[in-house]
C-alpha cells in the first residue's frame, strides 16, 4: 500500500514551508550565525591584500578609488602597520556637496591627500579590543584622532560611528566609519608626523 499524503495535508506543508523559509532566509540557520560566519570569510579573503586591495574587496570602492585617484596607492601598500578608518560608500555620498566637489576637483591636491590620510593611523593596527582602550591615535595626516567608547559604541571624533570592526589586510586593519572624518582644525598631532 502507497504512502499518500492527503490533498489538504499536502497544501497545508506547503503553506508552512513557505512560511519559514520566508521569515528565516537563511535556511534552518535562524539568528546571526550565518552572517557572522559569511563576514569571517570575507575578513580571511582580504587577509593576504595590501590596503588599498583589501579596501576595494571589501566594499569600499569609493574610498579605494579616491586613494588610486589620489596617487596614495604605493604610500598604502608599504609595510605599515596601517589602522583605517574607511568611509563606506554611502557615507561618502552624504558628504556635503560643496566638500565633494571640493575634493574631487584636485584629487591629488594637497587638501585631498590630507583629507584621504586623515582617515589612517600609521605604525600601529589597532583591532577592536584596542579601541576601547585608548583615547586617541596620532593620524596619518597630522591630527589627532579622538577615539570615544560609549555604552560599548566606538565613534572617531564623537560623530563617525564605527559598524565593522577588524577586517584584516596584510599590512594593517580596517574598520568601518558610518561617516567621513573630517579632521579637527584644534587637534595638532603632538607626536611625530608620519607624513
Known amino acids: 500500500m502507497k504512502n499518500v499524503i492527503p490533498r489538504h495535508a499536502s497544501r497545508l506543508l ?3 514551508l513557505t512560511s519559514f523559509c520566508f521569515l528565516c532566509p537563511q535556511g534552518f540557520a535562524v539568528g546571526q550565525a550565518k552572517p557572522q560566519a559569511a563576514e569571517s570569510a ?3 579573503d582580504t ?3 595590501k590596503l588599498p586591495a583589501a ?4 566594499g569600499f570602492t569609493k574610498f579605494a578609488a579616491m586613494i588610486e585617484a589620489a596617487g596614495l596607492t604605493e604610500t598604502l601598500e608599504e609595510e605599515g602597520p596601517f589602522t583605517c578608518f574607511a568611509p563606506a560608500n554611502e557615507a561618502l555620498d552624504a558628504i556635503p556637496e560643496q566638500r565633494r566637489k571640493k575634493l574631487s576637483a584636485n584629487p591629488k591636491g594637497e ?3 590630507a583629507w584621504i590620510k586623515y582617515h589612517f593611523v600609521r605604525g600601529l593596527a589597532l583591532k577592536h579590543d584596542d579601541l576601547l582602550k585608548v583615547p586617541g591615535a596620532n593620524g596619518f595626516a597630522g591630527r589627532y584622532i579622538r577615539i570615544w567608547v560609549t555604552s560599548g559604541k ?3 571624533n564623537r560623530v563617525c560611528e564605527l559598524t565593522r570592526f577588524d577586517i584584516a589586510a596584510a599590512n594593517g586593519v580596517i574598520h568601518q566609519s558610518s561617516r567621513a572624518l573630517e579632521a579637527d582644525d584644534g587637534t595638532r598631532m603632538f607626536h611625530q608626523d608620519h607624513r
Open 55 to 58: 579596501l576595494a574587496a571589501s
Open 14 to 16: 506547503t503553506v508552512v
Open 111 to 113: 587638501d585631498t591627500v
Open 154 to 156: 566606538i565613534a572617531i
Open 42 to 44: 570575507a575578513i580571511q
Open 47 to 49: 587577509a593576504s591584500l
